[in-house]
């Protein structure tokens, strides 16, 4: 089995649900804190990758003042710059991201990590 990660804010009640459910499952993840240890374009990118989402909006926290600032839900602005938004600014990152391999999930819901443990 290879090895788990979390993409993990310890302040987020989910995050924290997310991380104890693995727990739960007999599985110590690797624990990124992405926001002491944020995350390089090519870490953020192969995450959106492994994520198998339509859009990197999925894996963005839209409602964030930050998001709205940089003016980020325009259409015109593509997906490295989004990519590159949430690298310069982590606060942007759905949180959690459980990662497994060559798949990921967000843990909102915590269980929706299930599919891929």
Same mark, same amino acid.
């Given at each position: ?12 009640? $989910? ?7 693995l /727990? /739960? ?7 990124? @804190? *992405? ?7 090519? &870490?953020?990118?192969?995450?959106? $990758? $492994?994520?198998?989402?339509?859009? +990197?909006r999925h894996?963005?926290?839209? $409602? @964030?003042?930050? *998001? ?25 990152? &759905? %949180? ?8 990921? %999930?967000?843990?909102?819901?915590? &269980?929706? +990590?299930?599919?891929?443990?």
């Amino acid at each position: 089995m290879s090895q788990v990660t979390i993409i993990h804010n310890p302040r987020c009640s $989910k995050s924290r649900q997310t991380l104890a459910l693995l /727990e /739960e499952n007999g599985i110590t993840p690797n624990v990124i @804190e *992405y926001l002491k240890t944020p995350l390089s374009l090519d &870490e953020i990118t192969s995450v959106f $990758k $492994k994520l198998n989402v339509e859009s +990197v909006r999925h894996m963005m926290r839209t $409602k @964030e003042t930050e *998001y709205k600032e940089a003016k980020l839900m325009d259409a015109d602005v593509d997906d490295h710059a989004l990519l590159q938004a949430m690298v310069t600014t982590p606060k942007l990152i &759905e %949180r959690p991201i459980v990662i497994n391999g060559d798949h990921a %999930r967000i843990g909102r819901p915590p &269980e929706n +990590v299930l599919e891929i443990i």
